[in-house]
């Protein structure tokens, strides 16, 4: 498969510490990926890095086959659109301005208008503009010039829930059109739904470069059993399986082959049973847990 | 994407402040004109030659402008597009001392302009071609000191981008620039009269060489700057291209 981004095993120090510790990584063409991690790990200067913004100390950095550097990146003025941060705007300029700042074809800048719903306000000064329009005036930039490789950093930040499933549908729909994209969010719930390839940057370094599917398949599966009557249905288990040692109604995957006569145990004791979940249904307790299990693995080790 | 160039030009072209503050200046020159009205014959050749004092007032609004081109890219963060689109970080630097250069220009052409203007409608009398300094007509004495004010402007370009480039703030660029625009002139006769044994050395300071026109005007003034003309000249550009090349430096090892 082709692959729009290369980083291989690029390292970053800064003030005697490791900002990035041997990152490597490739993005193939055609995904939608996410970065995650917890504040401080590196994805924005991950991001800074590959567009040329930051200098490294070691390693390569490709796009689309072209090495890119804090000195030499043209390819990513032609080939890579961005919002970093916050989104970079001039309060004296309306949002029109900003779009025929960075962009010459006036037919695509109305196209991206009308996309983001932006028809409204899109001639009103910045500086009116609330942080969820600021946001998506951002976005309409990193999008405006049609780029092969997109990359948001945190693009969810500030947008009401309409206009981040507007957004969402519209990452989709540039997607199909051929666009990769980048993304790094907090709001892993809203990742999620679009994501088709996952990257986990911790302290500097990448724990794990996945799919979403794949993610949930290395952590403990955990299965939580809601009764109308929890402290009475958690004796009759531990009375009827006096060995397992169950200290709550949440069951780890080690002992889910059992669930059935659990199951089947809480019903014959006249106890209603009112849902049985799985724990980690979403990627945010995932990422968190595996993260923990990795800490934890490596505070072992020591 | 449009080129850097054509965007610096676009933004000094909607941000307002960049002509309203030319709009004052003018109109600080138009109040200059009516207040000298009753003013001798050599007065008012003097007043005219220097443009109605429209050349000091301009002075303050290239020192505004140029500190806040610098200081808000980084404020904004807007700096980014700047660095992503540029291949080096000193393209995007001396891209905008090219546009701040235009502007200059432009600013030094429109004072010139209005003082001609003011003169038609105040001092109708005054006649433009009548003798003034070193043989001159009045009109060139003019045109003499715009190019003068021009080429010392760049120490002023020099020095308020430097400081841009350290501060984060462009209010500090501007009240440096503004703070030396009035009293450095006085703060280097200061320190030339009370230590005479470092004349040699002090009278290269940077500040002295804001006595140029001054100098131009009244050529005895070498008393107290104990520079030639050229020797001033000299020094204006060598300083100017020291400020810009230290700001350059600075501007790219700034944190985005």
Redesign the interface.
């Known amino acids: 498969m082709e692959k729009i981004a290369e980083l291989q095993n690029v390292s970053l120090r800064k003030h005697g510490g490791k900002i990035l510790d041997d990152i490597s990584f490739d993005l193939n063409a055609g995904g939608i990926w996410g970065i995650v991690g917890p504040n401080g790990s590196g994805k924005t200067t991950i991001m800074?890095v590959m567009?040329?913004?930051?200098k490294y100390d070691k390693g390569t950095v490709k796009i689309d086959n072209q090495l890119v550097t804090s000195?030499?990146?043209?390819v990513?003025?032609d080939q890579?659109g961005?919002l970093?941060?916050?989104p970079?705007?001039?309060?004296?300029?309306t949002g029109l301005?900003h779009l025929?700042?960075?962009?010459?074809d006036k037919k695509k800048i109305s196209t991206i208008v009308q996309q983001l719903k932006m028809t409204n306000y899109i001639k009103l000064k910045t500086k009116l503009y609330s942080l969820g329009m600021k946001q998506k005036l951002g976005i309409a930039?990193a999008l405006v010039?049609c780029p092969k490789l997109v990359i948001l950093d945190e693009p969810m930040n500030g947008l009401d829930p309409k206009s981040a499933r507007e957004l969402r549908m519209l990452i989709q729909q540039k997607n199909r059109e051929g666009t990769t994209f980048l993304i790094s969010s907090h709001v892993l719930s809203e990742l999620q739904k679009i994501i088709t390839g996952i990257i986990i940057v911790n302290d500097g370094k990448i724990s794990i470069e996945t799919t979403p599917s794949e993610l949930k398949k290395k952590v403990n599966k955990q299965v939580i059993i809601n009764t109308n009557d929890n402290d009475k249905a958690l004796k009759t288990l531990n009375v009827l399986f006096p060995d397992d040692g169950l200290k709550s109604l949440i069951i780890d995957s080690d002992k889910s082959e059992k669930l059935n006569e659990y199951l089947q145990a809480i019903i014959n004791n006249d106890i209603q049973i009112l849902s049985v979940n799985d724990s980690q249904d979403d990627l945010e307790n995932t990422m968190l847990e595996l993260m923990q299990h990795k800490s934890d693995k490596e505070g072992s080790n020591l | 994407m449009k080129p850097l160039m054509y965007q610096e030009f676009l933004k000094l072209r909607f941000k307002k402040s960049t002509w309203i503050s030319l709009i004052i200046a003018v109109g600080m020159m138009v109040l200059t004109g009516l207040t000298t009205l009753n003013v001798g014959s050599s007065d008012s050749k003097y007043y005219f030659s220097s443009a109605y004092g429209g050349f000091q007032w301009f002075i303050i609004v290239l020192i505004a402008i140029n500190a806040s081109s610098i200081t808000s890219e980084f404020q904004f963060g807007t700096i980014k597009h700047l660095v992503i689109q540029a291949d080096s970080r000193w393209r995007v630097y001396y891209i905008k001392l090219l546009a701040i250069s235009c502007y200059n220009f432009i600013g030094h052409i429109i004072i010139f302009l209005a003082a001609v203007l003011i003169k038609l409608l105040l001092y109708p009398g005054l006649d433009l071609f009548s003798h003034y300094h070193y043989g001159s007509t009045v009109i060139v004495n003019l045109i003499l000191n715009g190019a003068l004010d021009f080429f010392l402007s760049y120490l002023f370009i020099g020095m308020v981008t430097l400081i841009a480039c350290i501060s984060s703030n462009s209010a500090v660029a501007v009240s440096v620039g503004i703070g030396v625009a009035f009293a450095g002139e006085g703060l280097s006769n200061m320190l030339l009269s009370s230590f005479p044994s470092i004349i040699p050395i002090m009278r290269w300071n940077p500040f002295n060489m804001l006595n140029f026109q001054q100098q131009f005007a009244y050529p005895e003034h070498i008393h107290d700057t104990h520079l030639l003309l050229s020797q001033m000249g000299i020094g204006i550009f060598v300083w100017s291209c020291l400020f810009l090349v230290l700001g350059q430096l600075l501007f790219q090892r700034r944190k985005i």
């Open positions: 800074k567009l040329g913004l930051l000195k030499k990146h043209s990513v003025r890579v961005a970093i941060e916050n970079s705007l001039y309060p004296y300029l301005q025929s700042l960075y962009s010459s930039i010039n």
